[in-house]
């Protein structure tokens, strides 16, 4: 069944309005009765009858719910230094593909951009939520300064940072009673041998992603894939 972000109107009826009917309606072109699951942002799917179709909403009633299975088991927030938009848009889809619960973009001094259209990342966040059946949409901020990203990592439970001039590989053990966990990635220019050293000494625990040299979007997706591997997230 077709995956549709919409609003309670009540316990037993849920509302898909914006973009979301306009793709149900003039792009996928269904009508009433139709069945449909629908996400609130909470961490159930409900499995819908299209109930009825007004000029600028489809009315969905309520027919049962179920856990989304699709759902992370373990809170990992990535830590991204802004990227060029050529990666960005790569590092968005692909870290919430492979379960990320927070984003935070930050500034450091090798980036060249350092702003973001957050009302393009919530549509982009939407989208790719539901291209992996997540019902629930991670939280994504505004940028934030390299200092101000230092003084949040004392909130994780490990803070992985892939350093390219690392050579200690992440081992499964690291992870043991550990349920908030943080990783920190840089763009397409790195990190600074200063800027490194600061990561280190806030909590970051230094690792290689191995002897090639990653593009930044790549980097994220190999780490995020150890990390669920190594704790089955």
């Known amino acids: ?32 009765g139709d069945k449909v699951i629908a996400s609130v942002n909470d961490e159930y799917d409900y499995y819908c009858k299209i109930e009825k179709m007004e000029k600028n909403f489809a009315l969905l009633a309520v027919e049962d719910k179920k856990l989304c299975p699709a759902l992370p088991k373990k809170q990992i927030t990535l830590f991204q230094m802004m990227p060029k938009k050529e990666y960005f848009d790569n590092i968005l889809a692909k ?15 090798y980036c060249m951009v350092k702003t973001l259209n957050l009302v393009r990342v919530q549509k982009q966040i939407m989208t790719a939520c539901k291209q992996c059946t997540r019902s629930k949409m991670p939280d994504a901020h505004k940028v934030i300064k390299f200092e101000d990203m230092l003084k949040k990592l004392n909130e994780y439970d490990i803070v992985i940072f892939a350093n390219e001039k690392e050579s200690k590989p992440l081992k499964a053990e690291l992870f043991e009673n550990k349920s ?17 050293e600061k990561i280190i000494q806030s909590g970051g625990y230094s690792v290689s992603l191995g002897s090639r040299i990653l593009r930044c979007d790549t980097a994220t997706i190999a780490l995020l894939s150890i990390v669920n591997f190594l704790t089955k997230n």
Request: charged share 35%; proline share 0%.
């Open 180 to 196: 908030k966990i943080a990783i920190i990635i840089g763009n397409e220019a790195g990190f600074s041998a200063k800027e490194a």
């Open 95 to 109: 870290s919430i593909e492979l379960g990320v619960s927070e984003l935070f973009f930050f500034d450091s001094e």
């Open 1 to 32: 069944m077709k995956r549709f972000f919409g609003e309670f109107i009540d316990d037993k009826q849920i509302k898909i309005s914006n973009d979301e009917f306009e793709h149900l309606k003039r792009v996928l072109r269904m009508k009433e």
